[in-house]
Each structure stands twice: as structure tokens, then as C-alpha cells.
């Protein structure tokens, strides 16, 4: 078992930037595949992101490529998400996945295990 917290949300003005975290307790996810993803009032969970056990190989989806960076710390057991350029269509509650002992990454929701309770981003115009 694993659990996943994430924190680093917020209220910022469009231009501006974030950093979201998502810790690790109960084992390391340093053989896992993590990912970023957000919801929107009314919309379905989307992906945002993904990084694989290592760290050298990443995904996004389209709409953040250029302003969004995902990374890993293994020895911190934490996964991060820097925001940069945010956009009022950023506006969502963002979650922090894992799947577990698993060397591929994946875009899929029901890829990955775990996920974390969320943490909102608002960006205002």
C-alpha cells in the first residue's frame, strides 16, 4: 500500500507559476510510474503528465507541453509538477498517480492504482 499527498495549490494570476508535490508514505515508488492529472468542474479526469521509474522518460498531453514539467525525486519519494505560463484553462483539481513496480508510463486513468486526494489550481484572468 501506498499513499500519496499532494500540496503546492493555489490561487495565482494567469502568467504566473506553481509547483505541486505529491509525497510518498508506506514504500518508495521509486520502481513506479507516476503521473499528473486534473478534473474541472464537470469534466472527466484528464491527463497531464507522466514520468517513468527513473526519471528519463516523460510524457504530456498536448495542451501543457512548453509550460508544464514533471520530475521525481527518488530519494525524497516525491514526485513534482512545476506550472509555468499558467492559463485560466489550467483551473482544475490536479491528483497524483502511481502505479506500482511498473516500468512503462501510461496516459490512461486506469493504468495507475494509486492516487492521491487532489490539490486545486485556480488561475484567474
Known amino acids: 500500500q501506498v499513499q500519496l499527498v499532494e500540496s503546492g495549490g493555489g490561487l495565482v494570476q494567469a502568467g504566473g507559476s506553481l509547483r505541486l508535490s505529491c509525497a510518498a508514505s508506506?514504500?518508495?515508488?521509486?520502481?513506479?510510474?507516476m503521473g499528473w492529472f486534473r478534473q474541472a468542474p464537470g469534466k472527466e479526469r484528464e491527463f497531464v503528465a507522466a514520468?517513468?521509474?527513473?526519471?528519463?522518460?516523460?510524457y504530456y498531453a498536448d495542451s501543457v507541453k512548453g509550460r508544464l514539467t514533471i520530475s521525481r525525486d527518488n530519494a525524497k519519494n516525491t514526485v513534482y509538477l512545476q506550472m509555468n505560463s499558467l492559463k485560466p484553462e489550467d483551473t482544475a483539481v490536479y491528483f497524483c498517480a502511481a502505479r506500482l513496480s511498473n516500468v512503462a508510463i501510461s496516459t490512461v486513468v486506469s493504468f495507475y492504482n494509486y492516487w492521491g486526494q487532489g490539490t486545486q489550481v485556480t488561475v484567474s484572468s
Open positions: 508506506g514504500r518508495t515508488v521509486s520502481d513506479s510510474a
Open positions: 514520468i517513468n521509474w527513473s526519471g528519463r522518460s516523460t
